[in-house]
């Protein structure tokens, strides 16, 4: 048994190890050592709540053994998750954090001796407060987690869910989060608690289904950023410093990232929460635009163009990940390369389901960091460039966003791979992208579209290079 | 008069929030999904409180209902931890360089 204070000191240790691990990540070299930090603080955090209890009874064996069966099912979905579907098991994770706070804020709620906290009925009143805002939070979580994990695996429908009244319902559940929140204060009544944590279950689901599958990085930045605030909630109710530092850093990180993936697709927080974008804009555009002509040509006429040219920049999107083709292209890339042309990446904030979602996927075939650029870094290297090959990605090429202030994505930041000499469009077939809009670029003069799976076209492509 | 322990508590939930603003911003984007996992595995901590919750039952009676969604917690915060941090390190052990040698 260890005092109150060392204890608390090595909680505030842990803390500072999972700052340090966050930090880690400002460069790819640094960041092993920075989750290796953030082990050490987890390793610390969970030794010192053991030594501050000091009560090795036989419910210390079943600890144990429930740490473990976690553990083993943790370590196998790590080792066997492939990196297509890192959106999937994110989304997947932040739910059980989520429900694990609604579980903490359930056994506190019902044996607050145990946590100090007064006891059941009368618990003290800014402990009441703390926890129903972990367990809301925490229901939340879990509830939205799992609807975004759904429409990610392809469970349930991409496509934003919506009915008539519904923002309308979902502002009354949550103002009678708050009426309930102050009852419950007030009467202390476990009934309250139950109810409370149904609607914010419940309103968890309704937040995310009006949300469409491409928002979804702003909907998992969003659920990151819930996920710290619920752990803060509880860390103020356990009174635990680490738990308290580490929720304020995933708070703020996944706002950050939240933020960052609006400004990656120009629309304001609440345009992507309140959902429905995409929906509606699809059966506008569907009429006319068969008629205009497009280039279409093969793996022959592709690999022509990328082996006379001296520069290539690849711009890959989501449909590279639908047809897991990232490996492919790399080998039609280290072929170019062999022909001493110069081969580079070019990422959207937004590409793919989840922030960084292109970047690890590159990573995962061996592409080296150093080739891969960001939006702002690149862009100006489309009009010296020969030809940029746009695998899986669509609407952040699209130049309406900068010409048509009638375009739904108007005022997005997007890849200028029209400067480009020659563009070449991987795409199974002409239908609009997520956003149900045409994308100019198809009917471009020196605009080439492959019709083909994207994988099967790299295939191809390599083959003529050779 | 004394100052109540929260207000001790909140300031270091407000100063942590400005250094993860500070911290997540210098986070390269190219690492934004390790950022994520990583992120998930520390905010499992909360792992803290589902052990104190787990040995909350007594010597004769190890299973209340409290201490159940305790052990629960154990096992859903365990699978955070070590899938988070497992899989942020298999992510980063895939991010090289260019080698020098082509």
Redesign the interface.
């Known amino acids: 048994m260890i005092s109150a204070n060392l204890s608390a000191i090595f909680y505030l240790i842990s803390g500072v190890l999972f700052i340090l691990a966050l930090r880690g990540l400002s460069s790819p070299e640094t960041s092993r050592q920075g989750n290796f930090f953030g082990i050490i603080g987890m390793v610390i955090a969970i030794t010192v709540t053991f030594l501050s209890i000091g009560n090795f009874s036989s419910g210390f064996a079943y600890v144990l053994i429930f740490l473990l069966i976690g553990g083993v099912i943790g370590a196998f979905i790590a080792y066997k998750i492939p990196m297509t579907a890192m959106p999937e098991l994110v989304a997947g994770f932040h739910s059980l954090v989520g429900l694990a706070a609604v579980f903490v804020a359930i056994s506190a709620f019902l044996n607050p001796e145990a946590f100090n906290l007064g006891s059941l009925g009368n618990i003290k009143l800014g402990s009441l407060i703390e926890m129903s805002i972990g367990a809301v939070v925490g229901a939340i979580t879990f509830s939205g987690s799992i609807i975004a994990f759904l429409k990610l695996q392809g469970i349930m429908s991409g496509s934003p869910i919506t009915f008539k009244g519904q923002h309308l319902l979902n502002a009354l559940m949550l103002i009678s989060i708050v009426i309930i929140t102050y009852l419950l204060c007030s009467t202390q009544s476990s009934n309250l608690f139950w109810i409370l944590l149904a609607i914010s279950f419940l309103i968890g689901f309704l937040l995310i289904i009006p949300i469409g599958g491409a928002d979804m990085p702003v909907v998992i930045s969003m659920l990151n950023s819930y996920s710290g605030w619920a752990a803060a909630g509880i860390g103020f109710t356990l009174e635990n410093t680490a738990l308290i530092i580490t929720g304020a850093l995933v708070g703020s990180s996944g706002a950050i990232l939240s933020y960052i993936m609006c400004k990656g697709m120009n629309r304001s927080f609440f345009n992507v929460i309140l959902g429905g974008f995409g929906a509606t804009e699809k059966s506008l555009t569907s009429g006319s635009k068969e008629l205009k002509p497009v280039k279409s040509g093969n793996a022959e006429d592709a690999a022509f163009l990328m082996k006379n040219a001296s520069s290539v920049i690849i711009v890959p999107g989501y449909g590279m990940a639908v047809a897991q083709a990232q490996h492919a292209l790399r080998e039609m890339v280290d072929t170019l390369k062999k022909n001493d042309i110069k081969v580079t990446y070019a990422i959207h904030p937004v590409a793919g389901r989840m922030p960084g979602h292109m970047n690890v996927l590159l990573a995962e075939a061996n592409v080296p960091y150093d080739e891969v650029f960001e939006l702002e870094e690149i862009n100006n290297d489309f009009a010296n460039a020969d030809v940029a090959f746009v695998i899986g990605a669509n609407d952040v090429t699209n130049p309406s966003a900068k010409t048509d202030p009638q375009s739904p994505i108007y005022g997005m930041p997007i890849l200028d791979v029209e400067k480009c000499k020659s563009v070449l469009f991987v795409k199974r077939s002409l239908s609009p992208g997520y956003a149900g809009i045409d994308n100019d670029l198809f009917y471009k003069e020196n605009t080439l579209m492959l019709f083909a799976d994207a994988k099967k076209m790299t295939e191809d492509i390599t083959k003529n290079l050779n | 008069m004394e100052i109540d322990?929260?207000i001790f508590?909140l300031s270091?939930?407000?100063l942590?929030?400005f250094?993860?603003?500070y911290?997540?911003?210098?986070?390269?984007?190219?690492?934004?999904?390790?950022?994520?996992?990583?992120?998930?595995?520390?905010?499992?901590?909360?792992?803290?409180?589902?052990?104190?919750?787990?040995?909350?039952?007594n010597?004769e009676n190890?299973f209340?209902?409290?201490?159940i969604?305790?052990?629960?917690?154990?096992?859903?915060?365990?699978?955070?931890?070590?899938?988070?941090?497992?899989?942020?390190?298999?992510?980063?052990?895939?991010?090289?360089?260019?080698?020098k040698d082509?």
Do not use: D, E
């Open positions: 322990p929260f508590r270091i939930f407000i942590s929030i250094i993860g603003y911290v997540v911003w210098s986070v390269t984007p190219s690492l934004h999904t390790p950022l994520m996992s990583v992120t998930n595995a520390i905010s499992s901590v909360i792992i803290v409180g589902a052990i104190i919750a787990g040995l909350a039952g010597a190890t209340n209902t409290s201490s969604f305790g052990f629960l917690a154990i096992s859903l915060a365990a699978i955070n931890i070590f899938g988070g941090f497992l899989v942020t390190q298999r992510m980063l052990a895939m991010y090289k360089k260019k080698k082509k």
